[in-house]
């Protein structure tokens, strides 16, 4: 199956081949123990879509993560917030199974920045909209090095 790697240590995006969509081996891939969507690259559930795939364990537990990346940081929303760690776009059919990825190595490279961050913690907040509490918690993350 045709995938696409996301290496914000060393700056690529690279076309590669999985055996198949097996959880086990996208967490090797990763280099993770459990993973999330961290984008959606486009198309639809009904006709499928490509998605980056990205580690959900703990920040607190990846050691000291420096290198990031982001989907469509020029846009206005952008397509991911800063993601610590490896990237890896997959594509979905209509029925849900895995296949292909449809995006172009060069298309999904011209949408990612590459940035070296320094994790300092979470900022909490909350708010009060008609009398429910909305509660927020957001990364605290500054780029440390944009080389």
Not at 4 to 29: A, M, N
Not at 90 to 103: A, E, M, P, Q, Y
Request: glycine residues 8%; hydrophobic residues 35%; proline residues 5%.
């Amino acid at each position: 199956m045709r995938a696409i790697l996301i290496e914000p240590k060393k700056k690529t995006v690279t076309e590669i081949q999985l055996k198949s969509d097996d959880y086990r081996e996208i967490r090797t891939v990763l280099q993770c123990h459990s993973y999330t969507t961290g984008a959606h690259l486009g198309g639809s559930i009904a006709k499928g879509f490509d998605a980056v795939f990205v580690s959900d364990d703990p920040l607190e537990e990846r050691g000291d993560p420096r290198f990031w990346f982001q989907v469509d940081a020029s846009r206005e929303p952008p397509s991911s917030f800063p993601i610590a760690g490896r990237g890896l776009a997959l594509g979905t059919d209509s029925k849900g199974n895995g296949c292909d990825v449809r995006i172009g190595v060069a298309e999904l490279a011209s949408r990612i920045t590459f940035t070296q961050r320094k994790f300092r913690g979470f900022k909490f907040s909350s708010q009060i909209y008609a009398d429910v509490t909305h509660l927020s918690v957001d990364v605290v993350a500054p780029i440390v090095d944009n080389k």
